[in-house]
């Protein structure tokens, strides 16, 4: 009961949450982070990409290339695809809603405002009880105007809420020149919530074989940082949605900074790779000690409350100030 909360109109029994990954991609998974004490789950994504790169299979491609064009003769087949896809997706949906009693958000991963907005109203009609919109448009056009990609995120959001009433959060990158901006234009069009923030796949180079390889999948706890930083800034200006706390939570102390900063919730992700499923339960046990410790009885009751202005001057700082380092 301590800890429980509510996060886009829903109740929650923890605060903490499985965030969207293959922790979230079966029931069986699902139903083991309902049971170690997950406030809510974030689905596995349904992927725009996922979609058409099975259509590109099809016809043949190997490599492919997600954002190419495809024929428009292909036309039935993608329909057919996107049929089956999305099937196995509303399956996983109301299976899941069958065997946990906690909310189940849906997640959508998107990078324009195309026809699978439709799918929206699919998982809500399949009993999601939220949706994550997990926009991720790529800027390595060095003529896209920065403008035109912030209008894509805000475009995208209003499609979709012009087709649901399950409330809709936005999950965000850091890649923006003003986060700030960012995160008010789509309270303003409507996110009941932004998940700050998401961890894109990162390339690396094998020196041997002289090869791009992918990076670690894991995120480091030291990550914790910026997100910790960017959840201070939002919630001290005091943005009219709410913020759930993502990369680098890997603690029941980590839980604690968050909601200190103001956050309404958290999403966990690599430390339950590394620890575990179960490991929900001690971070929920060492938070709700930290609670008893320092007398706290609910989660709104410190919610924030490390977000004066001298705090804040201390989250605004970029540059180390004349700071010695020794050496080793
Ligand atoms: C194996 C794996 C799969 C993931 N799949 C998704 C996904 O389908 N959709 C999504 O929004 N995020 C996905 N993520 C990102 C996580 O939800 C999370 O945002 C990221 O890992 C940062 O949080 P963390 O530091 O707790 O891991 C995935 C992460 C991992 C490690």
Not at 193 to 218: A, H, Q, T, W
């Amino acid at each position: 009961m301590k800890l429980s909360t509510t996060y886009l109109g829903l109740k929650l029994k923890s605060p903490i949450i499985v965030s969207s990954s293959t922790l979230t991609g079966s029931v069986e998974s699902i139903k083991r982070c309902a049971e170690a004490g997950a406030g809510a789950v974030v689905l596995k994504s349904i992927f725009e990409e996922q979609i058409l790169s099975e259509i590109r299979r099809e016809e043949g491609y190997t490599d492919v290339d997600i954002y190419d064009a495809y024929p428009e003769a292909q036309e039935y087949l993608n329909t057919y695809m996107r049929g089956t896809e999305i099937e196995i997706y509303e399956k996983l949906v109301r299976e899941t809603k069958k065997v946990v009693d906690i909310p189940v958000i849906a997640s959508i991963n998107c990078s324009d405002k195309g026809e699978w907005i439709s799918i929206a109203r699919e998982l809500q009609d399949a009993g999601a009880d939220a949706l994550e919109l997990n926009v991720a448009i790529a800027a390595f056009d060095r003529d896209l105007d920065p403008r035109e990609i912030e209008k894509e995120y805000i475009d995208i959001l209003k499609e979709v809420e012009k087709n649901i009433n399950i409330p809709v959060s936005v999950k965000l990158g850091d890649h923006f020149t003003n986060i700030s901006r960012m995160a008010f234009s789509l309270s303003k069009a409507g996110a009941k919530g932004l998940v700050l923030f998401n961890r894109f796949y990162n390339p690396d180079i094998n020196i041997e074989k002289m090869k791009v390889v992918p990076g670690n999948s894991i995120s480091a706890p030291e990550e914790n940082h910026n997100t910790l930083r960017w959840i201070s800034l939002l919630s001290s200006q005091e943005i009219p949605c709410e913020l759930s706390a993502s990369r680098g939570v890997y603690t029941g102390e980590d839980v604690v900074k968050q909601i200190l900063a103001g956050a309404k919730t958290v999403q966990v992700c690599s430390t339950l790779y590394r620890n575990g499923i179960d490991y929900i339960k001690q971070m929920n046990a060492d938070v709700e000690a930290w609670m008893e410790r320092h007398n706290f009885d609910n989660v709104e009751s410190f919610r924030g409350i490390v977000n004066k202005k001298e705090d804040i001057k201390v989250v605004e700082r970029l540059q180390y100030l004349r700071r010695n380092y020794d050496l080793h």
